[in-house]
């Protein structure tokens, strides 16, 4: 009896997630507000803008959008592998990978979209290099290889032991 209680108990506690999900949906729309913020701020000046003002800008748009469906993923698998299924029969904005991410495609994923917002900020930083010390842009493309390694790892860490199991 003691013992079916504590376990009770304990699966009970998944449901401590519930709030950090729902915290991911507000960092969620403060990257919608920045995204916003970012583009009327420019819109104004956008004629007299040179073109690699523009590019770094779009670039920055396309990081804040990665980053936006990072946190999507994240807060949606999450939230069904950990606490419990969403219950969306019957409606069609259903998305079509809910409840097919287990943590390991996760992992992978989120691996991947760190290596690609990595890439978005390494272009960034080249594309405006010339303002940037040599040893710096020798850290970011260091520090961007470090995140491709650890994602191929992990990429096939994953697809060595799904074949064992």
Request: without cysteine; charged residues 15%.
């Amino acid at each position: 009896m003691v013992e079916r209680w504590l376990e009770n108990l304990i699966y009970s506690t998944r449901w401590l997630l519930a709030p950090i999900y729902l915290g991911l949906s507000l960092a969620l729309l403060a990257l919608g507000i920045k995204f916003f913020a970012e583009l009327f701020h420019a819109l104004p000046h956008l004629l007299e803008m040179a073109e690699m003002e523009l590019i770094l800008l779009v670039l920055s748009l396309v990081d804040i959008s990665l980053v936006g469906g990072l946190i999507v993923m994240v807060m949606f698998s999450g939230y069904e592998n950990y606490v419990s299924q969403l219950d969306l029969e019957g409606t069609q904005d259903k998305l079509r990978w809910l409840g097919k991410l287990d943590t390991a495609s996760l992992k992978n994923k989120v691996a991947a979209s760190i290596v690609a917002i990595s890439s978005i900020h390494l272009l960034k930083v080249f594309m405006n290099a010339e303002h940037i010390a040599n040893d710096k842009l020798l850290w970011y493309v260091a520090i961007h290889l470090t995140f491709v390694a650890s994602a191929f790892a992990m990429g096939m860490l994953d697809k060595l032991t799904r074949h064992e199991t």
